[in-house]
């Protein structure tokens, strides 16, 4: 089984519309972060909770919000999707014990908004 | 500024040649991780390699090589006799020590197209 999770893998949804993408991982990290990837852009960091009580903003965050339910799942949600914001979006985890915060990825959700 | 910079938004080789990705980073720490990831058509993230700043010394596994020259602030990646199955997205980033290592800055990645 995969050790980090994102739910659901693809997703076509309409300009106004909530959506949560949902996170869960089984590795035991602390950490956890929401990235958006734009073709010819890279990964972009939208938040970034160190554990359940912390929950910061990343470079890219407006328009989005994230909720850190319990130290395996971290959901991102759209309040009111706009086309812009069609996406590859991917959960990852860190450990706080490793130094260099290697991060470990989600297989990604695939967001488009009409 | 951007703080890691692939120059080379795609690459196309023939198969067997061999390539180079370019990565330059831009940092005020002494002490920070460089990474490499790879993604593939089928679009997931695969960790490559992780280098710390006070290890220069090149690393190779297999077809691939890593040098890093911190004179330069490059980590750049070699593809020895590339494969059609190298083709994917090839992204280089950062770590830094002033961040408390919390985040990762990834620079906008290059395509490598491997063609038979």
């Known amino acids: 089984d995969a050790d980090v999770t994102q739910t659901p893998r693809n997703r076509i949804t309409k300009t106004g519309k909530r959506i949560m993408l949902e996170c869960s991982q089984t590795k035991g990290h602390d950490r956890m972060y929401w990235y958006r990837q734009d073709p010819g852009l890279g990964l972009q960091l939208i938040y970034y909770?160190?554990?359940?009580?912390?929950?910061n903003k990343g470079e890219i965050s407006d328009g989005y919000s994230v909720s850190r339910q319990a130290q395996a799942k971290f959901s991102l949600s759209l309040e009111s999707a706009i086309p812009n914001q069609t996406a590859l979006y991917f959960c990852?985890?860190?450990?706080?014990?490793?130094?260099?915060?290697?991060?470990?990825f989600g297989p990604g959700t695939r967001l488009t908004v009409l | 500024a951007q703080k890691v910079t692939q120059a080379q938004t795609e690459i196309s080789v023939v198969e067997k040649e061999d390539v180079t990705l370019d990565c330059v980073y831009e940092t005020r720490d002494t002490t920070y991780y460089l990474f490499w990831y790879k993604q593939p058509p089928s679009g997931e993230l695969v960790f490559l390699i992780r280098r710390n700043s006070f290890d220069e010394q090149n690393e190779i596994s297999g077809r691939y090589s890593w040098n890093f020259q911190k004179s330069t602030s490059s980590f750049n990646f070699t593809i020895t006799a590339s494969q059609v199955v190298d083709s994917a997205v090839y992204f280089c980033?950062?770590?830094?020590?002033?961040?408390?290592?919390?985040?990762?800055?990834f620079g906008k990645g290059t395509m490598l197209l491997v063609s038979p």
């Open positions: 909770s160190f554990d359940v009580k912390d929950i």
């Open positions: 980033a950062l770590s830094e020590a002033n961040s408390g290592y919390s985040t990762l800055t």
């Open positions: 990852a985890t860190s450990d706080l014990r490793d130094s260099d915060n290697e991060q470990f």
